[in-house]
Each structure stands twice: as C-alpha cells, then as structure tokens.
C-alpha cells in the first residue's frame, strides 16, 4: 500500500500541469472553447415527433450474453433512400438506451435541425449495454458469459446491415458509452466512419494515474480486493488486473498505433465539460487524446465545453453540435 501511495504521489495530474496543457490543446486548430446554451424545444410536440420518425423497441437473444439485449430503432417515417447514415449511441454507466430521449433530447435536437435544413434524414440505433447498465459494453476479462462486445460486433450490427444494406455507420457515446464508441470505432474502423464521445472515458489510465507511467503500467498488478468502491470493483471485474490487459482495451493507446490508410475518411468528434475534471477526470483524458490525435494526424474536432460537467444536461446542450458533424462528415 505505501508503494501504491508513492506511486500516486508521483503520478497525480497537478493544477499546473492541467492549465498548460489547457493552453496547448486550445491553440490546435481542431479545437474550439464554446458555450452552449439552452434551447427551448417546447414548439417541438410528440404529435410533430411522431411525423417525422417511427420507433421500434427490438429485442436480441444473445449467444454471448446471459440475457436478452434489448436496442431501439429511430428511422425516418417515410424513408425514400437506402442509404440513409446510421448513428449508433451508447449510454453512460447505470443509465438506459432511452436516456437519449428523455434526458439528452435527441429527437428535439434531430427534428430542430430538420426543419431549419442543417442536417439530412437519420436512423439511429440505441445500443443498451446490458449487464445493469454497467457492461462496458466489453468482454468481461474471465466470465465468458459476460461478452458485449461480441455481441455488438457480431449479432447487433450484423441484424442492424440485414435492415439497412446501404447505410454507413456512426458511433457516439456518452460517459462509458464515449470510452466503447471509441475503442470500438477504432478497433473495428472498417465499419464506422464517424467516432463521437461525450465526455468519454477514452484514456483509462488517465482515471487512475498519469498517463506518463503508461509503459510502468503495463507491469502492474491490480487485485480487485483493494478496492471498496463499486465502480472500481466492477471496472476490474470488466478489464481484469493486469495492466497490460487494459491497455488492449484503452483508446489512448489505440490511438498510438492506428496506421495511418485505416484513418483515411475516417473522423472524430470529442467534447468535454471544462467543470468535468475530478471525479474521474474525464477533462484531462479529453486533453490527452486531443493531444495525441493532433500529433498522429487524426481528422478530428474538439469542443471543450464553457461551464459544463458530467451531465446528460451537458449532452443535451451538445447534440446539435455532433448531429451536425455527423452529418457533414459521414456524407463525405
């Protein structure tokens, strides 16, 4: 334990650190400090809704997972086109799939954009993480009856191209939903054009330690015993104790080794809450990422977000902001 203590001693993210890399990452070019604010969708009524898309609630009996997966389907009512892009979005730890519509105001956000003609016709698909809403959306490193990502990859999007032939895909998250929108948009970048995060988890050792001690980490041991707090428990239970076993599942380090004709036409969104940065310091994950994207020439955008923190208010006042994106980038 006093080694442990020594070691985090060594490796905290220090005040001063933080504000100049604050600095740095805010002179790149790709990135933008923004205020959103709010936006009164009360003209924007569940009979309007109702016109423009239909929404199907669908169920999966996995072969990889102990239970039954549940996703939504949001396609326009009177699709014209087969192609029509296709968004999938991943919830945050604890939440559910339907989040997206009642706390981060996706189908206002969609249908506002809609009517002012700044974004063409979707389809988006809510991915529930199984597992109480705590699965990572992985597979868990010992049980092999806990597999979410197997599921994804192999029973979700296959049923999802049966449905629409001609659709390119697009992946967003939010929270543990932005670390899986990452780490499976670039472990699997032949399916996804657009990887989007919310205040995303995207550099898991950053949650813990420095992000410098990365080639230290990979040696260390971390039992699940010394740990009281749930999160952290279950966050072993997913990725397991080793750290080199981790590092195959962070996206900071996937980054690192992403070659670069994979990449072409390939772009990614992040934005964080600038207030998000203590619990598990999601701003300082965002700043290491947008650091190491610029470095290995990524097409990227940032947006570091005025006054925000972990919230699906935060995502909400966000929306417009990545469907645009999406839209402009996935037509490309």
Known sequence: MIILGIFYIITYPYKSKLLRKLKRV????????IKNSDTNYSNISQEEINKYITLEEKNIKSSFVNEEMKYTIISPKNKIKNNIPCLFLLHGLRDENNDWLEKGKLLENYISLLKKGEINPMIFILVSSGGDGQSWYSNFAIEKNYQYENYIIGELIPEI???FTESP??????????????????????????????????????????????????FIYIPKFLFTDVDKKQFVRVFGSWGYKILKEDPYSMIKYMKEDKLKNKYFYASVGIEDRVNHLMLQQ??????????????????????????????ARDMANFLKFFNEKINK
Do not use: P
């Not at 965002?286 to 935060?314: A, S």
């Open 26 to 33: 805010n002179s790149f070019e790709e990135v933008e400090f």
């Open 161 to 163: 191209k049966i449905k």
């Open 169 to 218: 895909f697009g992946i967003a998250g939010f929270s543990m939903g932005g670390y899986a929108a990452f780490k499976l948009g670039l472990k699997y970048i032949e399916i996804f054009k657009v990887i989007g995060s919310f205040s995303g988890a995207i550099n898991l050792i950053r949650m813990s330690v420095n992000r410098r001690v990365i080639r230290l980490f990979k």
């Open 286 to 315: 965002w700043l290491d990422v947008m650091g190491r994207m610029k470095k290995n020439k990524y097409n990227f955008r940032g947006y570091l977000c005025d006054g925000e923190t972990h919230t699906w208010d935060y995502v």
